[in-house]
């Protein structure tokens, strides 16, 4: 499937899915109940991320996960194979807190929206960013998955 047609799907989903989606009491108790889930999904890839472990990592991606980053975008294959390794080298060589974060739990997709400041130095360069993501998990099976992850920043 072309990244576009992929992307073009995942947010119509998500704008429908909260549009439509179920009432606000029903809502409420959905996200109550879905919250340390969710969160457990998106602190354990981060970390895997922070601690070296790329297959780890990897494990909280769905398969058809998309990831914007760098003004790219890259299908997970592409993302193991490219960025993976050059994200844990930076995630483990700076300091990075989130200044905001949004949880939007659905029933079935879930939107995780964060600011971020990043500081301290990678590959002999000073570091110090202010950057915005947002994170779409998908329910499977097995549990929420991250669907599709865009990372932005200014320095």
């Known amino acids: 499937m072309r990244i576009s047609t992929a992307l073009h799907i995942v947010t119509s989903v998500i704008a429908a ?14 996200a109550e109940s879905e919250d340390s889930a969710v969160r457990e999904v998106i602190e354990g890839f981060k ?21 914007f980053e760098s003004g790219h975008a890259e299908a997970r294959g592409e993302y193991r194979a490219g960025h993976l390794e050059a994200d844990i080298a930076f995630l483990q060589s700076v300091v990075s807190e989130t200044t905001w974060e949004k949880l939007q739990i659905g029933t079935d997709l879930t939107l995780y929206m964060s600011e971020y400041r990043t500081h301290g130095t990678f590959r002999d360069r000073e570091i110090d960013l202010h950057g915005t993501e947002t994170i779409v998990l998908v329910q499977t099976e097995t549990g929420w998955q991250i669907l599709h992850i865009h990372w932005s920043h200014a320095s």
């Open 47 to 67: 970390g895997a991320l922070k601690d070296g472990r790329p297959d780890a990592a990897m494990s909280y991606l769905h398969p058809d996960a998309l990831i």
């Open 17 to 30: 899915q909260l549009f439509f989606g179920a009432g606000p009491a029903a809502a409420q108790d959905n």
